[in-house]
T-cell receptor, first 113, second 114 residues
Framework: DQQVKQNSPSLSVQEGRISILNCDYT??????FLWYKKYPAEGPTFLIS?????DKNEDGRFTVFLNKSAKHLSLHIVPSQPGDSAVYFC????????????FGKGTRLHILP | GAGVSQSPRYKVAKRGQDVALRCDPI?????LFWYQQALGQGPEFLTY????????KSGLPSDRFFAERPEGSVSTLKIQRTQQEDSAVYLC????????????FGEGSWLTVV
């Protein structure tokens, strides 16, 4: 029973265009959401997060949108750059420091020249 | 270094062998997590420490897996009598343990059981 779902295993986007990565969750107790980026042979790197009291959080080229009623979040990268090619993991937790963070299976993003 | 440090980076074990994986968290971080990542999958939670206390070990797949953090800093994940299905990347992460839980990963220990 997957609580965090990333239904697109891969995504290809032209350099300079917008990349949109999607994530759905099933547990209504989740109130903190994170995106991690992973290059081959490296550990996941924290990218951006959002708490359930917000519906948008922006950090440079990265914006995360949260739709609580739909239990859906998305990561927008604009403009996409070659260095953005990586696997992106969506993750969620209950927000308390004792709550484990649950990860999706990831989406591999390819930025095309 | 300033990040989470894991060793060994790569380990090849013969089936039945015991292995020990070490994690040195970010200095001062209260919380420490172990995750297992199989090929093509996302990280799967194994266990969680707050200081030296193991508060959640619900993700450990069997009693062959054991983790400790005796002094609330360095942690060791031990796998006894390794099986081929144990082959995975073992990721350690730490967090300050305050407020919302953002965890920071090490580079992982790649275990291959042959």
């Amino acid at each position: 029973d997957q609580q965090v779902k990333q239904n697109s295993p891969s995504l290809s986007v032209q350099e300079g265009r917008i990349s949109i990565l999607n994530c759905d969750y099933t547990n209504s107790m989740f109130d903190y959401f994170l995106w991690y980026k992973k290059y081959p042979a490296e550990g996941p790197t924290f990218l951006i997060s959002i708490s359930s009291i917000k519906d948008k959080n922006e950090d440079g080229r990265f914006t995360v949108f949260l739709n609580k009623s739909a239990k859906h979040l998305s990561l927008h990268i604009v403009p996409s750059q070659p260095g953005d090619s990586a696997v992106y993991f969506c993750a969620a937790s209950g927000g308390n420091r004792d709550d484990k963070i649950i990860f999706g299976k990831g989406t591999r993003l390819h930025i095309l020249p | 270094g300033a990040g989470v440090s894991q060793s060994p980076r790569y380990k090849v074990a013969k089936r039945g062998q015991d292995v020990a994986l070490r994690c040195d968290p970010i200095s001062g971080h209260v919380s420490l997590f172990w995750y297992q990542q199989a090929l093509g999958q996302g990280p799967e939670f194994l266990t969680y420490f707050q200081n030296e206390a193991q508060l959640d070990k619900s993700g450990l797949p069997s009693d062959r897996f054991f983790a400790e953090r005796p002094e609330g800093s360095v942690s060791t994940l031990k796998i006894q009598r390794t099986q081929q299905e144990d082959s995975a990347v073992y990721l350690c992460a730490s967090s300050p343990g305050q407020g919302y839980n953002t965890i920071y990963f090490g580079e992982g220990s790649w275990l291959t059981v042959v």
